[in-house]
């Protein structure tokens, strides 16, 4: 069969799932689309549907070995008809345990055929690890891998899913960290933070954060445009050294077709 068009659809509150998902795409050669569903403005209203014709690209972050709740909630509108569909998840050199098979389930669940998967390194939202990934050389890698996985599904009647590694049932996980950001006096109220976190846990002054409902993905760090947004507490220094030293170990990718 050959396809009409790619879509990437990523949950990416610091890029990393964002620039693996789009380089599986990109790979793909196909004529390219993209849903970014990481800001609560931009969380589907209804039922978003693809046909047999088309392939789906989905990225996800890991947190603590699973999905995030949230990305997993608004992944749950996409509908398959019988969709071939790409599966990524992107960690920060510990490990993505189940976070892959649970994606993959996700996807069936709802229509999509997975034809490949791949958990794929990229910079961790704690401390400094992995800083430079993806970097081109993985990128290209990961280009590569996408023209494989449209290539064979292109040649081949798509009836089996990969064997893609993680435990039934899943290990706890998915609902991100104990760390809340702080906001400097530099900050200028232009409420950039507040329209882009993942599920509005920033109030209209900038400042203020649910914490029943921060993510601790720090997003809000990543885009504020005065670098107002800081981690800065002794706890979380110390935390981050710890962690920095104990994931030092750079890990591969891991691509299946």
Do not use: W
């Amino acid at each position: 069969m050959k396809f009409k068009k790619v879509t990437a659809i990523y949950f990416s509150p610091t890029s990393g799932s964002l620039r693996n998902a789009m380089a599986v795409a990109e790979g793909t050669g196909l004529p390219m689309g993209s849903i970014d569903m990481t800001a609560l403005k931009n969380a589907p209203l209804g039922e978003i549907s693809f046909g047999s014709d088309e392939i789906v690209v989905l990225g996800a972050p890991c947190y603590g070995g699973r999905i995030p709740e949230i990305a997993s909630s608004r992944f749950s509108l996409l509908a398959g008809n019988d969709t071939p569909c790409i599966v990524t998840v992107t960690y920060g050199n510990r490990h993505y345990d189940d976070a892959l098979v649970e994606l993959c389930d996700l996807a069936q669940s709802h229509g999509f055929i997975p034809i490949a998967a791949a958990a794929l390194i990229a910079k961790h939202t704690y401390g400094h690890i992995a800083e430079s990934r993806p970097d081109e050389i993985d990128l290209e890698t990961t280009r590569l891998f996408g023209q494989k996985a449209v290539c064979g599904a292109e040649k081949a009647i798509i009836d089996v899913t990969p064997s893609v590694p993680g435990n039934r049932p899943y290990k706890d996980g998915g609902k991100g960290g104990i760390f809340r950001p702080s906001t400097t006096d530099a900050c200028v109220k232009c409420s950039k933070c507040v329209s882009e976190c993942p599920t509005g846990a920033i109030s209209d002054d900038c400042r203020t954060i649910d914490n029943a409902k921060c993510l601790a993905c720090f997003r809000c760090i990543s885009v504020c445009p005065m670098k107002a947004k800081v981690m800065d507490s002794e706890e979380y220094r110390a935390f981050a050294e710890g962690f920095t030293q104990k994931l030092s170990v750079p890990r591969k990718n891991l691509y299946i077709l």
